[in-house]
């Protein structure tokens, strides 16, 4: 029987967490977030390694870059396996020097997984070519259901909108709006 516990950290910002997070076995580590802050992150780590030493997984899968440090810093004597939803790389909320940081920090990281996974294969490519290499990488396409298309007309019932002639543009978005995201690009092919 496989057994499982999520560690996850606190949403931070207009983020909104999934609903189905409080069903699932988990431990919220508070300290854990996204914004850098020294105290805060030695905190985390120092939690990590106690859940760790109780629960003794056989296996850590850890997601986000900060996860991802934290886990596979200091050798918790578990393997771990690293998954890069996306990447940092060209995010334009780092400067061009932090970026490098981050390459750097990811090389010497992949170094202590035994694995890399990744959500296709373009984002694996791009890793490598930044010279964060493995030997073993999975490529997990994100689980989505095959969109059955449908009328302009019914789509527009479905949204409640009555009144789409008054609008040159309408465009269904399920993501954080960050600048990572790239709002303006989608718009432009949209258009």
């Known amino acids: 029987e496989l057994e499982h516990l999520i560690v996850l950290g606190s949403v931070q910002g ?4 999934d609903s ?8 919220r580590i508070n ?46 004597g578990i393997p771990v396996l690293h998954t890069f939803h996306g990447h940092l790389l060209h995010d334009p909320e780092f400067s061009p020097l932090v970026r490098k940081l981050i390459v750097f920090v990811e090389r010497i990281l992949a170094r202590r997984s035994i694995a890399l996974s990744v959500t296709g294969r373009r984002v694996q490519i791009e890793l490598e070519e930044a010279g964060i290499r493995h030997q073993r990488w999975f490529s997990i396409v994100p689980g989505l259901e095959e969109l059955v298309p449908i009328s302009r007309e019914e789509g527009l019932s479905q949204l409640k909108i009555e009144d789409a002639d008054q609008f040159d543009l309408i465009v269904g978005w399920h993501s954080r709006f960050a600048h990572v995201k790239n709002v303006p690009l989608i718009l432009e092919l949209a258009s």
């Open 31 to 76: 300290s854990l977030g996204r914004r850098v802050n020294l105290y805060r992150d030695i905190s985390a780590w120092l939690e990590i390694r106690k859940v760790v030493r109780t629960y003794k997984p056989d296996l850590i899968n850890s997601h986000t870059f900060k996860a991802g440090l934290l886990s596979r810093l200091y050798p918790l």
């Open 20 to 27: 189905r997070v409080g069903t699932l076995p988990h431990i």
């Open 14 to 17: 207009f983020e909104v967490e």
